[in-house]
């Protein structure tokens, strides 16, 4: 089931909330949100209270898309990351899953110049990413969604975490 709504509110679809998982691939820029609060909004509190929601009406796992170098210690984006994986596993529990790709190919509904440009350079340094650098590889939406279906199927006990090796290993 789809639900659409105002995340803002979210208590007023709270009992829709419902099923056998719930993937979360929410997610904005700055620019797009205006405000670092704001992109902290969508890109944590938003997916966390969704968790917490679904938690409540039994839902068991969910699988959210977050990114390469999540961290507590990491940059504003790094730490918002970090900060939604630590409340989803926190409301959910160990049937949390993340996938932390690096660069996300695929087309949008708004054109970002820079992003082309980065679309093309990731596309051809892929192949220099070797060993440790391997997790910062681009990889397509559509893998990523796949991936994500597979793990929500399969509910492994690890990895929870999902970077781009253990996203192609999920696909095979």
């Known amino acids: 089931m789809q639900i659409t709504t105002d995340f803002a509110g979210l208590e007023q679809v709270r009992n829709r909330i419902s ?5 979360n691939c929410l997610g904005t820029t700055l620019r797009q949100a205006g405000s670092q609060a704001a992109q902290y909004a969508v ?12 938690a409540a009406n039994g839902v068991p796992c969910m699988v959210s898309v977050s ?11 790094l730490k ?5 994986e630590q409340g989803v ?13 690096s660069f996300i190919l ?11 440009v980065g679309i093309v350079l990731m596309t051809g340094i892929n ?9 910062y590889r681009s990889i397509h939406a559509e893998k990523i969604a796949t ?3 597979q793990v929500a199927l399969k509910q492994p006990e690890s990895p929870v975490i999902f970077h781009y090796d253990d996203i192609q290993s999920v696909l095979v």
């Not at 918002?80 to 939604?84: E, N, S, Y």
Request: a positive charge.
């Open 89 to 101: 596993q926190k409301a959910i529990g160990k049937r949390a899953y993340f996938m932390r790709p």
């Open 19 to 23: 099923g056998d998982v719930v993937f």
């Open 43 to 54: 890109d944590c509190e938003y997916p966390v209270k969704v968790a917490q929601l679904a």
């Open 106 to 116: 695929g087309n949008r509904k708004n054109f970002r110049p820079a992003e082309k």
């Open 147 to 149: 991936a994500m279906l």
């Open 67 to 77: 990114s390469v170098g999540a961290s507590p210690t990491g940059n504003f984006y």
């Open 127 to 135: 192949p220099l990413l070797w060993g440790a650098l391997r997790k």
């Open 80 to 84: 918002t990351k970090a900060d939604m």
